[in-house]
């Protein structure tokens, strides 16, 4: 399959490349690594088997061209972008992947490209970028996949791609439960980590007050998206990301690691969509917007744009 | 008047020295500072003018004995000592002033030495320590004294004291309307300075998110101190709050100037108190409860004491 990776950052450049060992044709849109991947090829340290695949790296889409299937795996602090960079890959029959976080990405994309052919993946993953060229995965790395439509058996044929790779995938029903699931770990877990002053998960578990707060936040979430035409049940799922979370012992969500290299946080998509959305159905969450001024406001102090 | 500070930092020092230049009997217990006041008396560095007194300055309250008033500047940090200080100063008709922030203290001095000779005092000043035996008061100094059973003939008798010595005073008929209207800019302002990321009164005003945490933040203390015996306009009280803050610049509160020395926050007294009287009340105020977790956390991790 002719593949496109758009935004290759260490989710993009992971997956495309076990696509791309797996025999697919993957051609990735690349800023920062460009030259390096193109002298030496991309190569993947990865807690399941290190390997290095000679990439075809591209500075343009015009030059990758229409494509089967597009992965999108930009920030969403790149979103204003995003369509102008995905567009020369998409063919009438392309499908668009959306391998991003937070909420409204996909639904930007139905607006730019139509509804039908567009996924959204969730990468329950740990990487990050190394020297240009070199990616680092250091754990977990399963992949849920959705339609925007809900159309079950187009996403097993995404979700068989990426599990004939070698990938541990799984089909959601529904995209919108899956995306609003997956908020409720990362509205309290990937923000206070940033509001309470740079820390880890494991602080957040083991102070009383700061656990208190993710387990109200993870109940206005839980709110929200069941207003927004999810069924998730709030005491065994706040149970269930707690567990979890308490085995991952000082694990630094990709907002604080963005927060510790002063990037541009993922702050819209996370906790501003999700306010938008509960305001526009009438669903009272006022510590998740208390954590949307705060985060925004660190954000842009963190990055020396308020004087 | 025979007349102990106990407490003597920036506020202890300089209120105390004025009513010692007025010519009162001010005995003074100290501890940084105590070396450098016996040997060259306490410098009053003032934008109301400057000042020298060669100040009476004790290790131990037991050496100064009783007296007629007792002034407590200890920070609220130390609220669990202030009693073994306080007792050996207390006589049979002595006078307790509570110079001190939040919410609370003048009950606990009740509960010690009885409700009918305990006031409260409200200064709003900038001052800071200098150098051992020097006080810098930068600006403002205004104070506003009220009787914990208001009684309001002997709230005249302490703040014709401080008048005399030249200092602008004020008498409230309600020390609970009076701490609570206090805490509706101590809240929002004091406590956002540090939470978003050790800023001044100024970055709040001008961010439009920070701004309407602190005005939801002054809606619920006004609620809570209603709850509580106030009668507190909340329209026009968060509108005045506003209008002074705006003449500020950049201005630090005292929480902002302890958090960036790394020293213990008044987060109980400011915030812990109030949220407690809130919830006893039946009053919603999740805004203030998620300031004080995330405050009261910042603290700790500020001080080193969370790994």
Not at 123 to 143: D, I, K, M, Q, T
Not at 146 to 158: E, K, S, V, Y
Not at 249 to 269: A, F, H, N
């Amino acid at each position: 399959m002719r593949i496109a990776v758009i935004g290759s950052g260490a989710v993009g450049c992971l997956y495309g490349a076990r696509l791309g060992r797996a025999g697919h044709d993957v051609h990735f849109l690349m800023r920062r690594d460009l030259d390096a991947v193109r002298r030496h090829g991309l190569m993947i340290h990865s807690c399941d088997g290190d390997f290095h695949l000679p990439a075809k790296a591209y500075a343009r889409s015009e030059d990758i061209g229409p494509v089967d299937l597009v992965i999108c795996a930009l920030k969403t602090t790149n979103l204003d972008v995003a369509e102008a960079l995905i567009r020369p890959c998409m063919g009438p029959t392309t499908n668009l992947l959306a391998l991003m976080n937070g909420l409204g990405v996909e639904e930007r994309f139905a607006e730019w490209f139509g509804a039908a052919n567009i996924f959204g993946g969730l990468a329950f993953v740990c990487s990050n970028r190394g020297e240009p060229g070199h990616v680092h995965h250091l754990s977990y790395g399963r992949l849920v996949f959705a339609h925007l439509l809900d159309d079950l058996d187009r996403t097993r044929g995404i979700a068989d791609l990426f599990a004939a790779a070698g990938l541990t995938t799984s089909v959601a029903p529904s995209l919108v439960q899956a995306r609003w699931e997956k908020l409720v770990w990362n509205i309290p877990f990937s923000t206070l980590a940033v509001t309470a002053g740079a820390v880890t998960t494991r602080h957040i578990m083991e102070d009383d007050g700061l656990r208190e707060l993710a387990r109200l936040l993870m109940v206005e979430t839980i709110a929200a998206g069941n207003a927004n035409r999810c069924t998730l049940d709030a005491e065994p799922l706040v149970e269930k990301m707690f567990a979890n979370t308490a085995t991952m012992g000082d694990y630094k969500p990709s907002m604080l690691i963005d927060y510790q290299c002063k990037r541009e946080l993922e702050v819209e998509s996370i906790l501003g969509e999700p306010v938008r959305r509960a305001a526009a159905l009438n669903v009272a969450v006022p510590h998740m917007a208390m954590q949307y001024r705060l985060a925004s406001f660190l954000d842009r102090l963190n990055r020396g744009l308020i004087q």
